[in-house]
């Protein structure tokens, strides 16, 4: 009996031994290129994983100086395949030195954050 009810037990634990929560291998990063007045802005998202998967994702971009104020948001739902780096927008914008940018990227599934990149430019005074 209890030889049985050990081999009942490995078995179990045998096939439940694989439910530990998968982490996600998903990276998202902002690239910046030019000079102050010509930058491009890129956010992109790697999924780094062995399987598809459904993401949101959020792009905020806040421009601040004396003159304006201005905020930038973009939402939007993509399936990232496996392996795959998808670039998700562009903005070229022109800037000045006594501007401050801040440009940040989340990256959520299942209403949970699994990537998060953020990028500050701070006005010369």
Request: aromatic fraction near 6%; charged fraction near 25%.
């Given at each position: 009996?209890?030889?049985?009810?050990?081999?009942?037990?490995?078995?179990?634990?045998?096939?439940?031994?694989?439910?530990?929560?998968?982490?996600?291998?998903?990276?998202?990063?902002?690239?910046?290129?030019?000079?102050?007045?010509?930058?491009?802005?890129r956010?992109?998202?790697?999924?780094?994983?062995?399987?598809?998967?459904?993401?949101?994702?959020?792009l905020?971009?806040?421009?601040?100086?004396?003159?304006?104020?201005?905020?930038?948001?973009?939402?939007?739902?993509?399936?990232?395949?496996?392996?795959?780096?998808?670039?998700?927008?562009?903005?070229?914008?022109?800037?000045?030195?006594?501007?401050?940018?801040?440009?940040?990227?989340?990256?959520?599934?299942?209403?949970?954050?699994?990537?998060?990149?953020?990028?500050?430019?701070?006005?010369?005074?």
């Amino acid at each position: 009996m209890i030889f049985r009810l050990l081999i009942l037990f490995q078995f179990i634990s045998v096939l439940g031994g694989d439910s530990a929560p998968k982490q996600d291998k998903i990276k998202a990063w902002i690239e910046i290129e030019g000079e102050l007045s010509l930058l491009s802005v890129r956010a992109k998202i790697e999924n780094a994983s062995q399987e598809n998967v459904f993401l949101n994702y959020e792009l905020e971009m806040h421009s601040h100086s004396r003159i304006k104020n201005k905020k930038t948001l973009q939402k939007g739902k993509l399936l990232a395949l496996k392996g795959t780096i998808i670039a998700l927008s562009e903005y070229r914008m022109n800037a000045r030195s006594t501007e401050e940018l801040c440009v940040r990227i989340k990256v959520l599934k299942d209403n949970k954050i699994v990537a998060l990149d953020s990028v500050v430019f701070h006005a010369a005074k």
